[in-house]
Nanobody, 120 residues
């Protein structure tokens, strides 16, 4: 079993910043990639940013230059630094991780989500 626990969401004014965190725990042998997705009401879930074990990152065009994804030294926690937030960034943000369990089976897990609301 692999668990992902997110934190850091909240209400922020336009132009403000938030930092999301997601910690992975459980029967993890290795994590190959972690990422953040978001889903606004009535819309499909979309990739915001991802990072792999080599440190390569990928961002949605809508957040390039404003959001930064990173991991801790142990690579079991992923962060999303969000700057210059806009009302259209309002959504539930979900952490995703994929890799191998200690029993050598693959996993792809989701966190429970954290709400980000950008409003004045």
């Amino acid at each position: 079993q692999v668990q992902l626990v997110e934190s850091g969401g909240g209400l922020v004014q336009p132009g403000g910043s938030l930092r999301l965190s997601c910690a992975a725990s459980g029967s993890i042998l290795s994590i190959h990639a972690m990422g953040w997705y978001r889903q606004a009401p009535g819309k499909q879930r979309e990739l915001v940013a991802s990072i792999n074990t080599g440190g390569s990152t990928n961002y949605a065009d809508s957040v390039k230059g404003r959001f930064t994804i990173s991991t801790n030294s142990g690579k079991n926690t992923v962060y999303l630094q969000m700057n210059s937030l806009k009302p259209e960034d309002t959504a539930g943000y979900y952490c995703n991780a994929r890799g191998l369990t200690t029993t050598k089976g693959p996993f792809a897990s989701w966190g429970q989500g954290t709400q980000v609301t950008v409003s004045s």
